[in-house]
């Protein structure tokens, strides 16, 4: 079963249509980028895919669930964390951890237990129990992360997840990226940094919200013959005729 399935899916906003008959699928535990330049569809694309937005037309298919018929139950089965952070300041971690659980319907004990593990495996023994106000940027991604996968997702939808970040803190998220899909969550990322974009196994890239480009780093580099995700991501982007 694919994680993620588009076809055709379109939205319009009156007479301006901000996704243009898009299609593309996502394997299970594939890490997929979903790249444009601002005001390219991608954000409506997403909402479209997390069952908050109807399309206009198409077909979309979310953790084998109908994005017009079953958007709740894809809302049960995806995690989602953006570029604005979406924690409780005024929680410590744990309790960040322990709140989202009990939204997601998990039993007190797993919640301990997940939230045991959680900690030892990012190493936060020593902010487990600061308000999530106090921490640095880079705890705070990685807090966030842990949030949004918590209930073991299908789908993992990650918007600019590393905006602002330093590339240490940037490296370390990506390692979280990667566990992630080894234990078969589905990670579909947004960036704007194209070093990231070459982490991915997979990247579509849109313009005016159409798919222009859809394949492996290598694939694309390839097709457009240069030597990095920025160039192939900069010879589509001159081609953009709207803006945000």
């Given at each position: ?12 906003f ?19 980028g979903?790249?444009?330049?601002n005001?390219a ?38 995690g ?7 924690l ?38 020593t902010?487990?129990?600061m308000?999530?106000?106090s ?5 705070k ?5 842990a ?15 590393t ?34 974009a ?10 005016d ?36």
């Amino acid at each position: 079963m694919k994680a993620i399935e588009a076809y055709e899916l379109t939205k319009t906003f009156g007479n301006f249509t901000a996704v243009d008959h898009i299609t593309f699928d996502v394997d299970q535990g594939e890490i997929f980028g979903f790249l444009g330049a601002n005001g390219a569809g991608k954000t409506t694309a997403m909402r479209m895919l997390c069952g908050l937005l109807n399309p206009t037309s198409g077909k979309g298919r979310v953790a084998g669930f109908d994005i017009y018929k079953e958007s709740e139950k894809i809302k049960k089965n995806i995690g989602y964390m953006s570029q604005k952070f979406s924690l409780y300041e005024d929680l410590t971690a744990t309790e960040n951890l322990e709140l989202f659980g009990g939204i997601y319907g998990m039993s007190r004990k797993t919640i301990k237990e997940e939230s045991e593990k959680v900690i030892s495996e990012l190493n936060l023994h020593t902010e487990k129990d600061m308000l999530v106000s106090s921490l640095p940027l880079g705890i705070k991604q990685k807090v966030s992360f842990a949030v949004s996968t918590f209930h073991n997702p299908k789908v993992v939808f990650l918007d600019e997840p590393t905006g602002g970040v330093d590339p240490m803190a940037r490296r370390t998220f990506w390692e979280m990226i990667y566990r992630a899909a080894d234990n078969g969550i589905t990670a579909f990322v947004t960036t704007h940094y194209m070093d990231e974009a070459e982490y991915c196994n997979r990247i579509s890239i849109m313009v005016d919200g159409r798919i222009e480009a859809l394949g492996s780093p290598s694939e694309l580099k390839s097709r457009f013959n240069v030597g990095s995700m920025d160039e192939v991501f900069q010879s589509l982007a001159r081609q953009a005729k709207r803006g945000e």
